[in-house]
């Protein structure tokens, strides 16, 4: 098992918006994450030191912390009075982490894009090998890197939609927090247009052209849309995804159950690629982590061109 470094404890840096005076033209830097860097995120996060991140732990209170300074860092504000968003489970708080971007466009702005993955897990199980914390690297340590990640790319990017960035805590508990938070935001005549989730992103596909696989992707045109801002087939289906009823077993289905609208989970494990789900060797050693970052910078300029495109390309099928 190993042990949290001092090194993740040290916040990476942050790249921002730079001007080109002499031209008088103002540019953006590129934002690349790299293979390390997610790393360090998920190393953080898995740590044996955050015990599994069980809802209600001191552990996922740790994560919380780690999450909400990332945003603060990068200039990204809280969407309520505060980047958590807690509600009562069982008797204890549980939060949600939530980052908000103002989109730039007068209309469009009052639309969003949720941008989310679970931070929570399993906390400690039975032992195996005298090993009893269930560290969830690639469940869903893997899932909340890419979200804080790409929370990084748009901190320097102008949209014309307005993006949310969210941890989601108490997926592993029935989908408590993305329910608790959906139904919240209904409340408040939110205006959601498409919800991109990531989940178990950590270990690639086997044998397939397509670097992950939308939940529900027969619902809406996603996946379609995606591959064409792509320029590439980076997305396709899971017959295995199909088959386990993948689509509502992740914190998307909340959102399309209250909003009537596009809302998948990306993965690229269908859970035959990866044996260690819900179990103690679910750790950072087990992941690709130049393959995730491949990943993330595939999605940032998708998401950043669906965020920007002046129609409602997304649509669900049948609507």
């Known amino acids: 098992m190993r ?11 942050f790249i921002s918006v730079s001007a080109c005076k002499s031209s008088g033209v103002t ?17 953080f996060l898995a740590s044996d030191e955050l015990k599994g991140r069980d809802t209600g732990s001191e552990g996922i209170n740790t994560a919380a912390t780690y999450i909400a300074n990332e945003f ?23 939060f949600n982490v939530v980052g908000y971007i103002e989109g730039n466009d007068a209309t469009l702005k009052d639309e969003f894009i ?24 690639n469940d869903n340590a893997a899932g909340t890197s890419a979200v804080m990640t790409l929370a ?29 938070l959906a139904n919240t935001l209904k409340e408040n005549n939110f205006n959601l247009y498409a919800m991109f989730n990531l989940e178990m992103i950590g270990v690639p596909l086997i044998n397939t052209e397509h670097q992950a696989f939308l939940t529900g992707y027969d619902r809406s045109n ?32 909340p959102f399309f159950k209250v909003f009537n609208v596009p809302a998948h989970t990306v993965s690229s494990c269908d859970l035959t690629n990866f044996d260690f789900y819900h179990h103690v060797h679910d750790e950072i050693d087990k992941l690709d982590y ?14 950043e061109k669906t965020a920007n495109a002046s129609t409602n390309e997304i649509q669900l099928y049948g609507n």
């Open 290 to 303: 130049t393959f995730m970052a491949n990943l993330i910078n595939a999605l940032g300029p998708v998401i």
């Open 222 to 253: 996603l996946a379609e849309v995606m591959n064409t801002y792509a320029g590439q087939e980076l997305i396709g289906s899971s017959e295995v995804a199909k088959k386990y009823g993948l689509f509502k077993r992740s914190d998307n289905y």
């Open 27 to 43: 540019t953006e830097k590129k934002y690349t994450v790299t293979a390390d860097e997610v790393k360090a995120m998920v190393s």
């Open 152 to 180: 990084k790319y748009f901190s320097t990017k102008k949209t014309k939609r307005s993006l949310l960035f969210v941890a989601f805590t108490a997926e592993e508990k029935g989908l408590l927090g993305s329910k608790h």
């Open 72 to 94: 603060k860092a990068l200039g990204i504000k809280p969407y309520f009075e505060e980047y958590r968003d807690t509600f009562k489970m069982e008797g204890v708080d549980a």
């Open 3 to 13: 042990k949290l470094l001092v090194l993740f404890l040290i916040p990476f840096l």
């Open 114 to 137: 949720i941008i989310g993955a679970h931070y929570d897990h399993i906390g400690e199980i039975a032992a195996v090998e005298g090993d009893v914390i269930a560290n969830g690297a």
